[in-house]
Each structure stands twice: as structure tokens, then as C-alpha cells.
């Protein structure tokens, strides 16, 4: 129950953020709410409202079932005494009826006259009537809700500049001349002049979508309901086809040349990002922010070591992915191809989206229902000179990625 209801929060605090963002984006722009934009948040509020029904109904439940967990823990245990019954002894109804006689005898006694032997002799003769013997009329419950290994958290997505999708096509303006200040010469010589260019940066969206078509008995006769199942794998595969699109993009945009990474030391590794950061602030005039890393990148940074075996980079935890090692906010993501490490600029990433949702049409002639999801988005890297990638060297034999084993090739030189 706790992991449903947690499902339910984390939905509905989603849509509850996408409706902050693009309401303080009309604010930011200094403008009303377009038409497209209301109908988005009028949906996303009408799914926020069925949220909050199930919401208060699985709490309700819970709240119930905790106070019944808290009295049975307050009431008093039960005596238990210890028994030892002697084994019976192999019924046989011959022995205890002998004859038809003998049965209508025993039922007379039991039923009218209440004898309590009779009774007894009775329920010895009654045929017991167990689960085995009707496994078909027990119901075998499938129990929700449906397990997913489909991971939608989109962290490279999450880390971009995102903004909303302004049309299908659509410019980027950059400056590519600046105007000219320079030191006058003399006095009342001219002073620098240089005219300033600003040229654009085409950008064209991808659509992203899916369908199916649902019979009506499938919809009507599933539990849990096919339908909500089907809608929220729709959310969740958009998701992750949209995120390794853009992680794709993101990688394939970048024309820096990589620095190579000296060792497999913590030591080896702060080198190469300091050496990765000084080039990004020479290039573009600003320090980068982010490290881009893969999961066996990130793997691999965690399991190095300083000079005294202590890990190199403390902030790293192996129970989340999340860290600022060396000052830098961290992005793990599994889109990423392996071994990849990039350090970088993440105002530099710009995403674009306009999420349709679900969408869903009614076909009565053959009893179905034709289902469907639908985004468009755009990634856009506004400054490739702003990320450098890091190439990692092959790990070291036996799986350490210690200071010692610099430490001990060189001495062994000696």
C-alpha cells in the first residue's frame, strides 16, 4: 500500500511542478497563458484531481489498517497450553455400524434426543470437505499493482534548460561579432568601432509517440484495469525514449577534443578535470558546472582513492547517484554510452518539449478503443566549446582503482 500511494504522490507532484514551471514561464516572459498552454494545465489539473481522490482513498485505508496493527499489539497475548493427544485409532464405519439398524439408531439418539455420544459417533462418520477437494471454485488473486522495471526519471532531461516548444521549426539567435572596445590612441582620435552580427541556430523538434487499440472487454473485465496500466506505460516509455534521444543528441553535439585521464586515481582523475575546466573557462570565458558521467563512469570515481586509501571524491554515495565531487553537480544516466564523462556547462543544454499526453478514440464498430501518446521535443547545444569530454583509461587488474598501485609501479622502478 505505502509503495502505491508513493506512486500516486511522486504523479501528482510531477504535474503539479509541470504546472509551475509553464504558468512562472508566462509570468517570467511577462504574458498571459496562451490557449494551448490553459488546455494543458486545465488536463493536467482534471488527472490532478483523480489524483487526489485515490490519494485521500489509499491514506484512508492505511490510517485503518495501522490503528488495527497498533490494538492487536496492545491486546493481551493468548495462554497456550501445551497438549499431547493420543494418536486415534483408524476410523472404520464398519466397526461402528454394523448394521443399517445401527446407523438410524445412533441418528435418532443424536438428532432428537441429544445424546452426546451419539453426536459424537456422528461427526466421525462425516465425510470432511477440504480446499483440495474444490480447487476450481478458489479465485487465485492477482495482486497489484503491476511491477515495472522502466526507469522514468530522466536525469539528463532534468538537467537541461527547459523550455516549452514554440513550433515545429524554429531559430535560436547568437551573437557571432561583438562590437569593439578598445584603448583610444590619442585624445580626440577615434575610439574602436565594430559592428555586432547575430546569426541563428536552427533547431527542428522530433515527434515522439505510440498507439494501441484495447478491446472493450479487455477494459471492462481486468484487475487492476488495463487501461491505467497501459496509459501509465505509455508516461513511462515516452519517458525513456525522449530522455536517450536527447542524452544521444547531447554526446554527439560536443567538438571538443578529450582529455585523457593519466591513471586510475583519484589524484589522476581531479588533474584531468581541473586541466578539462581551465580549456572550458579559456574558450568560452566561464567555469563549467556539471559532470556528465555513465553508470560505469560513475562506478568507477566512486571506487577511487586518495594517497592514504580513503575515497577520493567523499561526496559520492553508493545509495545514490547524486554527489558534487569537486564542486560539481552530478548527472548519471544510463542513456549515456559507456564510459562516457563529460564536464561541462549545464545552461549550455537547452530541452524543448510540448507533451500531448494521452490520447484516446472510441471505436464502436468493432468494440475497441484506440489509445495513444504523443510528445514533441528538441534538444539544442547553444555552446559545444563548453563541454569537454574525459576518456577513462582501462580499470586496473583485480578491479582497484586505488592511489597504491601508481604508487607502487613507480617506486618498483627505482
Known amino acids: 500500500m505505502g509503495a502505491y500511494l508513493d506512486r500516486l504522490n511522486a504523479q501528482f507532484d510531477e504535474i503539479r511542478t509541470g504546472i509551475d514551471e509553464l504558468v512562472n ?169 565594430r559592428q555586432m552580427t547575430i546569426g ?8 515522439f509517440a505510440g498507439h494501441l487499440n484495447i478491446s472493450r472487454q479487455n477494459i471492462k473485465w481486468t ?52 586541466g578539462a575546466a581551465a580549456s572550458i573557462l579559456a574558450a568560452t570565458g566561464s567555469l563549467p558546472d556539471t559532470l556528465y558521467a555513465s553508470p560505469d563512469a560513475w562506478g568507477r570515481m566512486g571506487g577511487m582513492a586518495n594517497g592514504i586509501g580513503m575515497p577520493a571524491f567523499p561526496s559520492l554515495s553508493i545509495e545514490s547517484t547524486a554527489g558534487n565531487p569537486l564542486g560539481l553537480s552530478l548527472v548519471v544516466d544510463a542513456h549515456f554510452p559507456a564510459n562516457t564523462l563529460i564536464l561541462g556547462a549545464s545552461s549550455r543544454n537547452e530541452w524543448y518539449e510540448d507533451v500531448d499526453g494521452l490520447l484516446q478514440v472510441q471505436e464502436p464498430d468493432v468494440l475497441g478503443q484506440l489509445v495513444g501518446y504523443a510528445g514533441f521535443a528538441a534538444y539544442l547545444n547553444t555552446v559545444p566549446a563548453a563541454f569537454t569530454p574525459l576518456t577513462l583509461p582501462a580499470p586496473v587488474a583485480g578491479g582497484t582503482s586505488g592511489a597504491t598501485s601508481k604508487t607502487a609501479s613507480s617506486s618498483g622502478g627505482k
Open 223 to 274: 484487475s487492476p484495469a488495463i487501461l491505467n496500466i497501459v496509459f501509465d506505460d505509455f508516461a513511462a516509455v515516452y519517458a525513456t525514449r525522449t530522455c536517450d534521444f536527447a542524452s544521444t543528441e547531447f554526446v554527439g553535439s560536443i567538438t571538443n577534443a578529450p582529455v585523457v585521464v593519466g591513471g586510475n586515481t583519484g589524484a589522476d582523475l581531479t588533474e584531468a578535470l581541473y
Open 25 to 193: 514561464r508566462a509570468a517570467d516572459e511577462n504574458r498571459d497563458v496562451t490557449d494551448d498552454e490553459q488546455k494543458r494545465v486545465d488536463r493536467d489539473k482534471s488527472r490532478m484531481d483523480e489524483l487526489t481522490s485515490a490519494i485521500a482513498h489509499y491514506t484512508e485505508i492505511e490510517s485503518k489498517a495501522e490503528k488495527v496493527t497498533a490494538l492487536r499489539a496492545n491486546a493481551p497475548a493468548p495462554r497456550q497450553t501445551a497438549t499431547v493427544r493420543e494418536p486415534e485409532p483408524e476410523y472404520d464405519i464398519a466397526r461402528e455400524f454394523p448394521t443399517p439398524g445401527d446407523y438410524a439408531v445412533t441418528v435418532h439418539r443424536a438428532m432428537v434426543l441429544r445424546e452426546p455420544d451419539a453426536v459424537e459417533t456422528l461427526n466421525r462418520a462425516t465425510m470432511h470437505q477440504k480446499t483440495t477437494d474444490n480447487p476450481g471454485l478458489i479465485p487465485r488473486p492477482v495482486l497489484g499493482p503491476v511491477i515495472s522495471l522502466i526507469d522514468n526519471s530522466r536525469p539528463f532531461v532534468n538537467s537541461c534548460n527547459r523550455r516549452g516548444l514554440p513550433a515545429g521549426s524554429f531559430d535560436r539567435p547568437t551573437v557571432t561579432q561583438h562590437v569593439a572596445v578598445d584603448e583610444q590612441a590619442a585624445e580626440k582620435d577615434l575610439t574602436a568601432s
Open 200 to 207: 541563428k541556430i536552427p533547431v527542428d523538434a522530433h515527434t
